[in-house]
């Protein structure tokens, strides 16, 4: 099992930047690909970003060019940068990764862009 523990959300004026962070716990060395999927109100959770074995990421359209996906193996961490915000990206972000076919979610971090 693993357990997925996001921070670095909060309040952002558009145009700003936040850093999210995501630590696995449990049995990090199975994990390979991990993700960021982010919930609006009233939307459907959808994929911001993903990083595979090789460093080789994967952006939904709306965040790419702004967005970065980062991963350090040492800490066990993944990292999404997050550049030039806007008040669309306002959401819940979640870390997720899957083990043997079984996904799992952290809690989430709350990222509120405004005006």
């Known amino acids: 099992q693993v357990q997925l523990v996001e921070s670095g959300g909060g309040l952002v004026q558009a145009g700003g930047s936040l850093r999210l962070s995501c630590v696995a716990s449990?049995?990090?060395?199975?994990?390979?690909?991990m993700g960021w999927y982010r919930q609006a109100p009233g939307k459907q959770r959808e994929l911001v970003a993903s990083?595979?074995?090789?460093?080789?990421?994967t952006y939904g359209e709306s965040v790419k060019g702004r967005f970065t996906i980062s991963r350090d193996n040492a800490k066990n961490t993944v990292y999404l940068s997050m550049n030039s915000l806007k008040p669309e990206d306002t959401a819940v972000y979640y870390c997720t990764t899957n083990l043997f076919g079984t996904d799992y979610w952290g809690e989430g971090t709350l990222v509120t862009v405004s005006e």
């Open positions: 449990g049995s990090t060395f199975l994990i390979r690909i």
């Open positions: 990083i595979a074995p090789g460093d080789l990421t």
